[in-house]
DNA sequence: ACCGTAGAATTTTTT
DNA sequence: ATTCTACGGT
């Protein structure tokens, strides 16, 4: 047996016997059910090391897919130190760079333009209101975000808007609007994220002979965060395997945490049933945290009922225990954490290794401010990225019209930016007599170009950027672009200090652009590595928008990591406070009548306890500022869920009361400001029937509070006049 | 063309 | 409270 010899190799050793077994697993379908902590993309990259090492596959035969660029980008690094192949010819990206290179290499087929473009989700957001408008739809009648959502749910499960039909005229009128969408993104030359991954999809579907080709060539398809796909890319994944390659699957169920944007952690159960797997590898050993955060993550995430079921445990032993602070209200919460970070600093513990989670993140600032005031360096993740700033995506759009003169999208974002005298009624006139020619906005400025010496000289920039991009290296042209256009001279000329700085940011769009080689962005093969020509543009633009950069400020010094908790899935610490554990905070005020919400917010508790190594805080404030008032909250009830004996409680500890499922210990202090009324309390209204508070607060005297009843809505009622019984 | 202000919204996020 | 957006005035 070879793996035994291999259990010797440096590669193998090291790996606990259920670590092993997933690696050295016969190349058969596979689904691994890896625990938090548990060496996941170790077993995966050594899986595929494994696989090249024993020349069960060649890099080529290999196809391995992430949700992001930095796990791919990890993996690739992790990969090339385990094995001496040359990994350019393997497909190891995200789900939508994959796709993205796939049509960029068979765009023939896609029925795409070569040099086609490829819209973020603020591009798309914009092309959908100036569609509304141009069909002559208020934004009130059809909400573009509302369409935004519509028009990527329907593609993330395979429909265009010719299969779709409805009954009632709202649903009509959005599936109309979906259809000049993809009309308008034809004629452009664009396509949206879900729309990389559709077309992929659909090319492989109508052409035998092309998925014979990729069915045959990927002989292991390996995909992580399973938990995380949605039902097109588990169609595209299906699709791609069904000629007998060897899938293998890697998620967490109990980490699934994106079910708002469309994932399913149903695809692991269907994946088992359609590829006829008995049961996952479950990896259970964790490697992170001390047995109390374990325990105490075990027994909050053993409360759901939806569960492939998998324990974690590890070796080693109990730790400290978890510590849980009630504040009085939101400063002295944020107090509390400052002044246990400085403790732990005074113990010698690094600020990096110190990470301050919430839900949400408008909790965000009341940390900053005190963790400023107390001259904590910090570092918080979200916010803007690179390629999203305003001056970039001015500069990119110039890029696009360069190589694609018929973007209107592009046009109309930098026709007048920087000023050049060309006002909304100019623009009117243009899009009139792109209307009426039936024609592109920049082929209507080129026929008004006689009767408007500003048209001139913007027609004459496009025109010149146009035969620069044909000829010119990517980054000559970049360099060229951002000064032709008036868009450093403009940001140069500001007054505010922080406008100017935007000139920084066009020098390091210059700069990258001098360092993107396209086959190192993707190992892209079949497709020219030059960086001259349209076709660089292309794969330049693509990659800006496909990975929109860092966005996290500035690095470098020692700082406590501040993020939501969907921000730390993935990430570890030492030292992990998790804050804001109030119902309606965490689990969310939206959830609170909802089981199914109730859940994935447990997921995310999860998450979040599974972030620490050695060190977990647990706090809340009894009063928290939200929207300009002052609202109370009741301890979280997943609080509640970690047995007492794990827990050290740093603030009196609160009366527990029932000794049900949910705890509502603390109630009683906290309720009186809400006028005995509380987020999680089940009530019970004459007209309405059951329902769950959502909010209670105080407003001129009375107390208001929102409930939800379910079915007949969620209500805000005030407790002076509404006949609101309390059910306990 | 630019600026100021009134009104609305307000989980989570990657691509 | 704050932040963003849309609209209207100068």
């Known amino acids: 047996m070879f793996e035994e010899d291999f259990a010797q190799t440096p590669l193998l050793s090291g790996l606990n016997p259920e670590q092993l077994a997933a690696v050295t697993y016969p190349a058969e379908p596979l689904l691994i ?51 001496s192949h040359s990994l350019r010819r393997m497909w190891l990206g995200t789900f939508h760079g994959l796709c993205h290179r796939f049509l960029r290499i068979h765009h023939r087929e896609a029925d795409l333009p070569p040099s086609f473009q490829v819209l973020d989700s603020a591009d798309q957001l914009a092309l959908i209101k100036r569609l509304l408008k141009q069909a002559g739809i208020s934004e009130e009648a059809v909400v573009p975000r509302v369409l935004q959502g519509f028009i990527n749910a329907q593609k993330e499960n395979g429909l265009r808007a010719a299969d779709l039909d409805a009954p009632d005229p709202h649903t009509k009128r959005l599936i109309a609007c979906y259809a000049d969408y993809e009309q308008t993104c034809r004629r452009e030359g664009t396509a949206d994220f879900a729309e990389l991954l559709l077309r992929a999809y659909e090319v492989l579907n109508a052409r035998p002979e092309l998925l014979a080709h990729y069915q045959s060539r990927f002989t292991h398809i390996l995909v992580d965060e399973f938990q995380d796909t949605n039902a097109l890319q588990y169609r595209w994944l299906t699709l791609l395997a069904g000629g007998g390659a060897a899938l293998c699957a890697v998620g967490d169920d109990d980490q699934s945490i994106y079910r708002f944007r469309g994932a399913r952690v149903g695809n692991m159960a269907d994946l088992m049933t359609a590829f006829g797997i008995d049961a996952p590898v479950k990896l259970e050993q964790n490697y992170r ?71 949400s993140n408008a909790q965000s600032r009341i940390l900053e401010q005190t963790l400023f005031a107390e001259r904590i360096p910090y570092r918080i993740y979200g916010g803007l990225r690179f390629y999203e700033r305003a001056e970039i995506k001015h500069a990119l759009a110039y890029l696009r019209l360069a190589v694609h003169r018929d973007d209107d999208h592009a046009l109309l974002r930098i026709i007048n930016m920087p ?90 769009l210059v700069n990258a652009a001098r360092f993107f080689r396209p086959e190192e962005a993707a190992g892209w093969d079949g497709v020219s590595a030059d960086t001259a020509g349209v076709a660089a543009v292309a794969a330049f633009l693509g990659h800006a928008a496909l990975e929109a950069g860092d966005n996290q400020a500035d690095g470098g010094q020692d700082a406590v990591q501040l993020m939501t908790v969907h921000a730390a899935k993935g990430l570890e610490f030492d030292a992990v406070f998790v804050s804001g554990l109030e119902e309606g905070r965490f689990p969310g005020e939206q959830s609170l009548g909802d089981a199914e919400a109730i859940e994935e917010e447990r997921r995310l ?73 509380y987020a999680g309390l089940r009530v019970r209204h004459t007209k309405f029937g059951k329902g769950v508070v959502l909010a209670a607060r105080e407003a001129g005297g009375s107390v208001r509070v929102k409930v939800n009843f379910g079915s007949a809505g969620i209500k805000e009622l005030d407790t002076a006049f509404a006949r609101l019984e309390m059910e306990d």
Do not use: C
């Open 605 to 677: 508790m999860y998450v979040a306890l599974t972030r620490a190594k050695r060190r977990l805080y647990l706090s809340m404030a009894q009063q928290r500022m939200l929207h300009g008032m002052t609202r109370t909250g009741v301890p979280s009830r997943f609080v509640g869920e970690i047995p007492e004996n794990l827990l050290h409680f740093l603030s009196p500890k609160p009366a527990r009361r029932g000794a049900g499922h949910f705890d509502r210990f603390g109630a009683a202090q906290t309720a009186a400001a809400g006028g005995g009324f």
């Open 33 to 83: 059910l890896a625990g938090a902590g548990s060496g996941k993309t170790r077993v995966l990259t050594t899986r595929i090391a494994w696989l090249l090492h024993t020349a069960q596959a060649q890099p080529h035969n290999v196809l391995a897919v992430t949700f992001t660029n930095k796990a791919a980008k990890e993996m690739r690094t992790r990969l090339g130190a385990m094995v």
């Open 419 to 508: 000023p050049r005298g060309i006002g909304a009624r100019t623009v009117e006139q243009i899009q009139q007599q792109a209307q009426s020619a039936g024609v592109s906005l920049f082929a209507a400025a080129v026929q008004l170009a006689g009767a408007s010496a500003k048209i001139a000289a913007f027609v004459r920039l496009i025109h010149d950027l146009h035969e620069r991009a044909q000829v010119a290296d990517l980054a000559e042209l970049t360099a060229y672009t951002v000064a032709a256009s008036g868009l450093h001279d403009y940001f140069a000329k500001q007054k505010i200090p922080a406008e100017r700085e935007r000139t920084e940011n066009l020098d390091e």
């Open 289 to 359: 945290s001390a047995g109390n955060i374990l325990a105490a993550a075990n027994a909050v995430i053993a409360r759901n009922r939806k569960r492939l079921g998998k324990n974690l445990r590890t070796g080693a032993g109990a730790g400290e225990p978890i510590r849980f602070y009630s504040a009085a209200d939101d400063a002295a919460e944020a107090r509390f954490i400052a002044g246990e970070i400085q403790a732990l600093r005074q113990e010698g513990l690094p600020l990096a290794h110190m990470a301050v989670l919430y839900r």
